[in-house]
């Protein structure tokens, strides 16, 4: 009789279970959702790398066209400052024009009668200031003869001035050829002071004394600014004006020289 062998699966003990096999799958299916949210997260990333990236191509590109727009703002700037540099250039010009008739003189001491007498100042300023330069031209053939003050002078006025010194007195020729003679011929006919012991200044050459009554012209605000700034510099050696033009000579230089501009920077003027 014959025996049927039964044979029985043994378990090995090292195989997984159905147990384990789910809790792995669970551990990965846990690791995958943690990786599939990373990448979530890196895409997202990606965009908003990819939409700043576009932002600054974007605010470059605008940047660039400001940049651009500026340029063109500043040349307007510029062309309208050069335009009202020139305006104002061609207005002070014109006003020294209608100031070449007139003239300053200093030292002249009037009482406030004689201020408020439009006559007795027409006469003071021309036999103070006017008559030894006028007969001085007669002497010099320049002139036929002394004009009377009357014919000389339009008028002659005070200016503001400061307490305790003689104020500026401002006058206007009749005719320029008169006023220009008045200048031509101041250097060696105006009445000087004796001479001093003090060093050679304006007005004043070596032996002869500074002028009594300093002559000068009647110079527009700008030009006289322009004169001072000029005349105050260190490399400048004297400067002065002819009919409203600014003159000047430059240390150890004998050579003058005239402002084209008194809108040019004082560095371009004396350069």
Not at 11 to 32: F, H, T, V
Not at 54 to 59: A, M, R, S
Not at 185 to 212: L, M, T
Request: glycine share 6%.
């Amino acid at each position: 009789m014959s025996r049927v062998k039964k044979t029985t699966a043994t378990a090995n003990e090292d195989d997984p279970s159905l147990g384990d096999i789910i809790l792995l799958l669970k551990a990965q299916a846990e690791k995958l959702e943690v990786i599939s949210t990373q990448m979530t997260k890196v895409d997202k990333i990606e965009s908003e790398v990819k939409d700043l990236k576009t932002l600054i191509v974007g605010l470059r590109e605008e940047n660039l066209e400001l940049k651009g727009q500026l340029r063109e703002k500043d040349k307007v700037i510029d062309d309208m400052s050069k335009s009202v540099a020139g305006l104002e250039e061609k207005l002070n010009n014109v006003e020294q024009h209608h100031r070449s008739w007139g003239a300053r003189v200093l030292n002249i001491q009037v009482s406030d009668a004689e201020a408020g007498d439009p006559a007795a100042m027409i006469d003071k300023v021309f036999n103070l200031a006017l008559l030894p330069i006028l007969e001085g031209a007669v002497r010099s053939g320049k002139l036929a003869a002394v004009p009377p003050a009357s014919q000389v002078l339009e008028v002659a006025h005070v200016l503001p001035g400061k307490p305790g010194f003689p104020r500026p007195i401002i006058m206007r020729f009749f005719n320029r050829n008169i006023r220009s003679l008045c200048f031509k011929f101041k250097k060696d006919f105006a009445p000087r002071e004796k001479p001093s012991g003090q060093r050679v200044g304006e007005g004043q050459e070596s032996g002869r004394g500074r002028f009594a009554y300093p002559l000068y012209d009647d110079l527009t605000k700008p030009t006289l600014n322009k004169m001072r700034a000029i005349g105050q510099d260190d490399r400048v050696q004297a400067c002065w004006t002819v009919n409203g033009k600014i003159h000047f000579k430059l240390k150890n230089s004998e050579s003058v020289r005239k402002v084209v501009s008194i809108q040019d920077p004082l560095d371009t003027i004396l350069k």
